[in-house]
């Protein structure tokens, strides 16, 4: 029962890292993080603003839930905030181990709120992520920027990851019986409303040929970011966790890593993809072990 709802955090997890080879294009133009932030929410908000026109399976809510959902919305917004201001100073391989320790700290928020320690198995999984992490970020040697890490960009990239472990949260906990579109789409006004709310001194002296030359990337980063990881995990994340949901929230590297190398042209050395297939296999391992024991049952 569990596998489907996996598939699904799986393939939202995928489409986040479809995100930084969008946003590196958009840097390359001289679109600056504001404007690529509130393009990617603003398309998304649109996208489900459309859904949910068009869904009549509806809950009704209350202001007070409505609410709810919104401020539960905030984190999201908050990781594409952190995190692209964060890769202004820091470089982008330390940016994504910066943003993947929310993997050790999902888990931790769990073992806390449960009061109970993780099991051995989850903890040899989430060492082997952060192994395979570190490889695959491609930071080795004297990549950190010749050893000198800017201060604000780690705070912002911690920062990145902290608003990350409480959107998998939320997504695992709060008002799970709604429709995906529905719950997704007040959680994504809550995140839209953060980022206007922040970014607002850019909206005072609009750039409007930044804004025109985001266009088509713009509604990308809505699609892949706003839209589909939203939807999915509001689908998946009740039903698996958010202990499991941290671990396949992993996959996010592979698929960036693949499409930095496929679109961008970057060079991707061999600990990259030695990094790449850690993750794979950690990701997979707890439903090589749910099979496993559907065969022995079975016999």
Known sequence: M????????????CSYGILSTIVKISYKEGIPPEIVTIGQ???????????????????????????QLMLAGVPTGLVGIFYYLSLQ??????GIILLFQFTWMGIL????????LPNLKTIFTLAMLL???????????????????DGAGLMLGLAAAISFTLFIHTNAHIFSYLPSIQRSYHMVTGSFLIVIIIFSPSLMHPNTAQFINLGTKGVLLGIFGVVIPPVLFAYGM??????????????????AVLLSMVVLHEKVSFFQWIGVFIILFSIASPYL???TLKVKNLK
Do not use: C
Request: proline share 2%; glycine share 12%.
């Open 109 to 116: 928020l769990n073992s806390l709120l449960q009061k109970r």
């Open 89 to 94: 100073t820091v470089s982008a391989s330390l």
């Open 41 to 67: 929410f603003f398309s998304g908000w649109l996208i489900l603003q459309f859904l949910m026109i068009m869904n009549r399976d509806l809950e009704k809510l209350k202001w007070k839930e409505r609410l």
């Open 2 to 13: 569990k596998i489907k709802f996996g598939i699904a955090v799986l393939v939202g997890s």
């Open 131 to 149: 192994i395979g992490t570190f490889l695959a970020s491609g930071t080795t040697g004297n990549s950190l920027e010749g050893g000198i890490i």
């Open 238 to 255: 009740p039903r698996i966790g958010s202990v499991l949901g941290s671990i396949l929230g992993a996959a996010e590297l592979p698929v």
């Open 289 to 291: 072990k749910l099979e």
